[in-house]
């Protein structure tokens, strides 16, 4: 199997300028024609070599005249066409089988409606085409299927006709004007409920939003109608961004590989991520919601209008719109939990990435799947990049290379070194060595050390950075780390931007006394920072410091120092105390706490165990899982009252989806939590089911009861079930609190779950609701001593390889770690691993399974 290198890129010999495609569809059968506009770019006569995958070719003419088969060659992955003229006229007959597509790339069924997904590289699957993002056409396209069973037939771009046949079908014809890649197609043919709205634009053009959904949902599509309009406006104020076309559409699918898809004017979603209301959505969906459905709008600039010239680019725009939505959700509520979320999953998910065998470059230099690399790194470290940039040039030096940016490039596909051209030239900076960013990947450790001269009145920070190796890059070299510091001396905190551009590097500053320094403060980069404190300084900074991240990141290295203290007394026999200064804070957090209730929920949370188990290089997993339980168990037990009575003064009202209320309510989450602990409270756990008027808090009960293995847990999960097991989206909930409950009873009730009537193992939501909750929420069972967690995961795995390569290739992440793990763990996922690579594997698999190996 041969990987493509970033460094083999060469542009098109030939590029299409206008393509025009007729859909007949048909559940097992939908003939598509196709007429492209073809143009050598150097104006010669020469072989046209086009994508396609599993494609039933019937018939190919050009210029009119119809190809014998001899004239042109067929292979598994490509149509060559030799003598193609410098401008020709291409017309391909093709016939699909959207029935029988369970991979949900290119033209497929979902519930009975048609849709289609083609990034990274699924359009070849609907049509041969020069499937890369740097060929830029304008799409014609005709849909015709039967007006009963599909009233609506939708394409990018504006509706231009529709016609009902002699026969009954009906015929519509969409003209997008704008050029794009045949990644950023789409076709929708359906039966939905269709919410409607309308969005006038600063330069006052009036643009109609329509939002399809099942049949029913309508009035749950009214959060994710007003989110875009919240995002459109953002857009505008924030970076002066209009949206362009006359209609903006967005259909909720149930069977669909990712969260949502930016299609130009017509985004397909994950339904998930566009139903929501109080009774069956949490305060968590509906965040995702806003921040997915703002993701999907900015990417008609940053993504659409200038798009990416080679996929090894793709952080260009991922990476940019990842950090557009979290600042667009910063805006909608608290920026400060904006960040920590952030913050979580570059520590947890992007670290273990880096330390794994699949670790790249935010750009990656080669790649055998694209669909391997939509991940942490790409997107979330890529937003990292962006921030940091941000960081360095201010909000208006960014916002200048922004708008450089898009006076460069609009219209055109675009490197990741353009822009940071357009950030560079805007700002008048010499960006060469933040570029390496781009280049190397890799978790920066930064280590810290401080000296504090009295005489002098001089305190100082002696900095040293290391990159370790990983396993797709010996060699690193320093990078340029913007590291924001705050001073704390008597209460009084002066904050300091310092760019780290060397290894090694030292910083004085003028000082009366002895300070406090709050380092990284923001995690103004994403890297590893040491530094000893003393437990009194973490205390200090979880106080007084001004920047709420790092207030937030003192209590965790408190947590981080504590684990590790357990569990070398764990060695020694010995029961672990948590300190007194702890319990302490805990305790004055409870009887007074802060004035954002969300953030001092965040604060009494003990760390999960990924955040945990990413500190240690071989993850010692059944101590921490026992040490973190044994921790919520001691703080619960010695605060007792105070959570009890923490949670009573939090009155209850009429459940509304707005700031406050969000923040009262997951304060009372983590309270009712550490509650479910404690003996004597099986009455207060149950009211809060019976009678909470929302998803959040009946969940919140659930949760608390699954991670106490509560014996309440089986009978309220028996009440939910009967509730909604008509509604999966809901019952998705159901599966993923079953399956990650965390003793070794889950190993009967996974087999039950997939015997479940709504279980289906071609609906992605469903197995990772199931599988992605073993795995992700369930570390003790995942990691039984026996290794029947991993054989569990390795037989779906491979189970699903042959229905769906990408979500497969999702799952078996999770297993290719095995070098972080003690030798007995290590011999039992190798051997799960060496048994999964002897088979047929999609390359999706291989790449990864082979890489964990080699
Ligand atoms: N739809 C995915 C996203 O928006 C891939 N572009 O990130
Ligand atoms: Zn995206």
Redesign the pocket.
């Known amino acids: 199997r041969q990987a493509k290198k970033l460094s083999d890129y060469k542009a098109p010999e030939f590029t299409i300028t206008d393509v025009e495609l007729s859909f007949e569809l048909n559940p097992e059968a939908t003939v598509l024609t196709a007429v492209y506009q073809v143009a050598s770019i150097s104006d010669k006569a020469g072989t046209l070599i086009l994508d396609g995958q599993e494609l039933k070719l019937l018939a190919v003419s050009v210029d009119g005249q119809l190809l014998h088969a001899d004239a042109y060659q067929v292979t598994p992955e490509q149509l060559i066409l030799p003598g193609i003229p410098a401008k020709a006229q291409l017309e391909l007959k093709i016939e699909l089988n959207p029935k029988a597509n369970t991979a949900l790339e290119g033209l497929y069924l979902s519930n009975g409606a048609y849709c289609t997904q083609c990034?990274a590289e699924g359009f070849r699957r609907i049509s041969y085409y020069l499937d890369r993002p740097d060929v830029l056409a304008r799409f014609t396209t005709h849909i015709i299927a039967d007006d009963k069973a599909y009233p609506a037939l939708l394409s990018n771009g504006n509706l231009v006709s529709s016609t009902v046949l002699a026969d009954g079908r009906r015929h519509v014809t969409w003209v997008d004007p704008f050029p794009k890649p045949s990644y950023l197609f789409a076709l929708v043919a359906g039966d939905f409920d269709c919410l409607r709205g309308s969005y006038t634009t600063s330069s006052g053009r009036e643009v109609a939003l329509e939002f399809y959904v099942d049949k029913g949902n309508k009035d749950r599509a009214q959060f994710a109608l007003e989110s875009l309009k919240r995002a459109m406006l953002w857009d505008e104020q924030t970076f002066g961004l209009e949206y362009d076309l006359d209609i903006y559409m967005v259909v909720a699918v149930d069977f669909f590989n990712?969260?949502?898809?930016?299609n130009k004017g017509l985004n397909v979603f994950n339904s998930k991520y566009v139903l929501a209301d109080q009774a069956s959505a949490t305060d968590t969906d509906f965040f995702n919601i806003e921040s997915i459905i703002g993701?999907?709008y900015f990417?008609n600039w940053t993504?659409n209008r200038v798009t990416c010239r080679d996929w090894f680019q793709l952080s260009l725009?991922?990476g940019l719109?990842v950090f557009r939505d979290q600042q667009f959700s910063a805006d909608m509520g608290s920026a400060t939990l904006n960040r920590i979320d952030a913050v979580k999953t570059i520590r947890t998910a992007q670290f273990a990435e880096d330390a794994g065998p699949m670790a790249h470059p935010i750009r990656p230099q080669q790649v055998l799947e694209m669909n391997n690399f939509?991940t942490v790194t790409v997107?979330d470290k890529g937003a990292e990049v962006i921030r940091m940039l941000h960081t360095l040039l201010g909000q208006d030096g960014f916002r200048k290379g922004m708008d450089l940016y898009f006076k460069r490039y609009d219209g055109q596909a675009v490197t990741c070194d353009d822009f940071v051209n357009a950030m560079q030239d805007a700002n008048g900076r010499d960006l060469s060595l933040f570029r390496r960013w781009y280049q190397q990947s890799g978790t920066p450790e930064l280590k810290i050390y401080s000296q504090f001269d009295a005489k002098k009145r001089e305190f100082k920070l002696l900095m040293q950075q290391h990159t370790p190796a990983t396993a797709d890059q010996e060699e690193k070299q320093p990078l340029l780390l913007p590291v924001r510091v705050e001073l704390l001396c008597d209460g009084i905190s002066q904050s300091y931007l310092l760019e780290m551009t060397e290894a090694q590097q030292e910083f004085s500053f003028a000082v009366s006394q002895k300070p406090v320094p709050v380092l990284l403060a923001d995690f103004s980069a994403p890297v590893k920072l040491q530094y000893q404190y003393s437990m009194d300084e973490l205390l200090q900074i979880a106080r007084d410091a001004k920047d709420g991240v790092a207030r937030w990141d003192a209590i965790q290295q408190l947590w981080q120092s504590q684990v590790k203290a357990a569990i070398e007394a764990k060695d020694v026999g010995t029961t672990y105390q948590l300190p007194a200064a702890l319990l302490e804070f805990y305790r004055q957090l409870l009887i007074q706490p802060l004035d954002d209730l969300a953030f001092t929920a965040e604060l009494l949370t003990v760390p999960a165990y990924d955040m945990v188990a990413e500190q240690f290089e071989e993850i010692p997993v059944q101590e921490l899982v026992w040490v973190l339980q044994s921790f919520v168990q001691q703080l619960a037990e010695e605060l007792a009252d105070q959570w009890h009575n923490c949670y009573q003064s939090l009155r209850i009202e009429a459940y509304q989806y707005q700031e406050q209320q969000v923040a009262k309510r997951a304060l009372r989450s983590v309270c009712l939590h550490y509650l479910a602990f404690i003996a004597g409270k099986d009455d207060l756990l149950t009211q809060q089911y019976q009678h909470s008027d929302n998803m959040t808090d009946q969940l919140a009960v659930l949760r608390a009861c699954r991670s106490a293995a509560h014996p309440l847990f089986a009978s309220l999960m028996h009440d939910f079930e009967q509730r909604w097991r008509d509604d999966v989206l809901v019952l998705d909930k159901w599966f993923n609190l079953s399956a990650s409950y965390p003793t070794s009873s889950v190993f009967v009730t996974l087999e039950q779950l997939t015997a479940h009537p709504q279980f289906s193992w071609q609906n992605p939501n469903r197995v990772r609701a199931v599988f992605g909750a073993f795995y992700q929420q369930n570390p003790a069972m995942f990691h039984a001593e026996d290794g029947r967690g991993y054989q569990v995961l390795a037989d779906v795995v491979l189970k699903m390889d042959a229905i769906n390569p990408q979500v497969a290739s999702r799952l078996v992440t999770p297993l290719l770690s095995w070098k972080r793990y003690q030798p007995v763990r290590q011999q039992q996922l190798k051997a799960v691993l060496q048994t999964m690579l002897s088979k047929e594997l999609s390359n999706d698999l291989y790449e990864k399974v082979s890489k964990s190996l080699s």
Do not use: L, Q, S
């Open positions: 990034e990712m969260g949502a898809m930016e993701h999907e990417h993504g725009k991922e719109t939509y997107y």
